[in-house]
């Protein structure tokens, strides 16, 4: 039997454990090897150690002065909204009527959805992400055109036909049941086929009926393994309006959590304006928050609460919500997270966000072991990240005297221009060009 063995020489770091309550949280290696096989993690670990188990004649690409890490994890972003990226606009729910519904319209077409499909995941690669929980529009041809450029690239990648039965313009308008009906059948055709997985996707509490949410959490029961994906909690008005529509819901979350749709795998987006209660409640059902700090940032939202989602155990992790977020990157948005736990109050070491970008992402979404790091057996998705893409981040740096020092440097200065090269299951899918 033949095996595809490859090895990759550079500094290595991925994480064990969340930071900020680990003293044991992350493997670094400055001179390491990364072994990987048939797609996935052989070995990781001091070049020295493990040079001696490769076979004669193994090749050995050398990425000396760069660091190896595993691939980002987006949990929170929208693909039908790339082109209307940097649209101005005065708040959220504006921000919805002039821009976003007008776009998405468009992806009734299937030839658009497929040209948004095909940009959209190359600028995730090109920013060295490999895996993202992505919104579709509620046409089922834009989940198709999304997996099916997804799987010609080989990508482990999380998606959904939004649901959307009132409070939205006619032409983006479904049913709760042909809803219900066209998850289900897309569910059928489309979650563990390859590695594409699906997510039950309302878009969000407003513009869903009673009866829609009700079929999407019997969906979520239905089919335990798959994902769901929403938003909660972004916008102050946005939650005076669900206090409105359900007079009986003890708060945002709990509408949510009286249709069965607070369990692992459930993500929700923002997570801003909640309570204690509420904070309590997601982690003792192990639901999750994807951060969004650009986005939050663009619309005015708020700001994120790291202390105290940290004080009631929420699994959280880092998301661009692209087009409200302003960057397909996510060391630019680990740089604008920085910035809103200090006005928050806390502080953010930069091996932390590291951590919610990659391993926190995987645990929340209920995949360690699978995808966000580089534990034996988990799916080889890397990404190469220079020091020195940059003049300026080439001369600060080189000044760094702490892995801590590189890597906020790395957070607060880097962008697209630090990823070297992105591989998915092994194989190379995006390189940096150079001139």
């Given at each position: ?41 052989q070995a990781a670990g001091d070049y020295a150690a493990l040079r001696a188990s490769l076979p004669p004649g193994t090749l050995v690409h050398d990425y000396s002065g760069k660091l190896l890490m595993p ?295 209920q995949l360690e072991g699978t995808i966000g790091s580089f534990a034996p057996g988990a799916e080889a998705d890397f990404i190469v990240i220079d020091p020195q893409a940059t003049p300026l981040l080439q ?41």
């Amino acid at each position: 039997m033949t095996t595809n063995l490859q090895a990759y020489r550079g500094s290595l770091l991925h994480f064990l454990a969340d930071p900020a309550f680990s003293d044991q949280s992350h493997d670094w290696h400055e001179d390491g090897l990364l072994i990987v096989e048939d797609g996935k993690i052989q070995a990781a670990g001091d070049y020295a150690a493990l040079r001696a188990s490769l076979p004669p004649g193994t090749l050995v690409h050398d990425y000396s002065g760069k660091l190896l890490m595993p691939g980002f994890i987006d949990t929170h972003i929208h693909y039908p909204q790339t082109d209307m990226i940097a649209s101005p606009s005065e708040g959220l729910l504006p921000w919805l009527e002039t821009y976003t519904f007008p776009s998405e319209r468009q992806f009734e077409d299937s030839a658009h959805a497929a040209n948004v499909a095909d940009f959209f995941l190359d600028e995730l690669l090109r920013c060295g992400t490999t895996t993202a929980m992505v919104y579709c529009t509620v046409h089922p041809q834009s989940v198709d055109a999304f997996f099916t450029a997804s799987e010609q690239r080989g990508l482990r990648m999380v998606a959904g036909k939004v649901m959307m039965d009132r409070n939205c313009p006619d032409f983006l308008r479904d049913t709760a049941e042909t809803s219900a009906r066209d998850t289900e059948a897309l569910i059928r055709h489309w979650h563990k086929r390859g590695r594409s997985l699906y997510a039950i996707t309302p878009r969000f509490a407003p513009t869903s009926t009673e009866r829609q949410l009700q079929l999407a959490g019997e969906l979520a029961a239905a089919y335990p393994d798959t994902f769901i994906q929403t938003h909660v909690s972004e916008n102050e008005a946005e939650c005076a309006w669900v206090r409105e529509l359900f007079p009986n819901a003890r708060s945002y979350i709990d509408v949510y959590d009286s249709y069965g749709m607070l369990r692992p795998r459930a993500m929700y987006g923002h997570c801003i304006w909640l309570d204690e209660q509420d904070r309590r409640r997601m982690a003792e059902t192990q639901s999750a928050a994807a951060i969004c700090p650009t986005s939050n940032l663009f619309l005015g939202s708020g700001l994120f609460d790291f202390e105290r989602a940290d004080d009631a155990g929420v699994l959280l992790s880092l998301a661009t919500d692209v087009g409200g977020g302003t960057s397909f990157s996510m060391l630019q948005t680990m740089n604008e997270a920085y910035k809103v736990a200090r006005l928050k109050g806390s502080y953010l070491p930069a091996l932390r966000m590291f951590y919610l970008a990659t391993l926190g992402a995987a645990r929340s979404m209920q995949l360690e072991g699978t995808i966000g790091s580089f534990a034996p057996g988990a799916e080889a998705d890397f990404i190469v990240i220079d020091p020195q893409a940059t003049p300026l981040l080439q001369r600060r740096t080189s000044r760094s005297n702490s892995l801590e020092e590189l890597l906020f440097a790395l957070a607060l200065l880097g962008d697209d221009r630090a990823i070297a090269a992105t591989y998915a299951a092994g194989r190379q899918v995006h390189v940096r060009e150079t001139t």
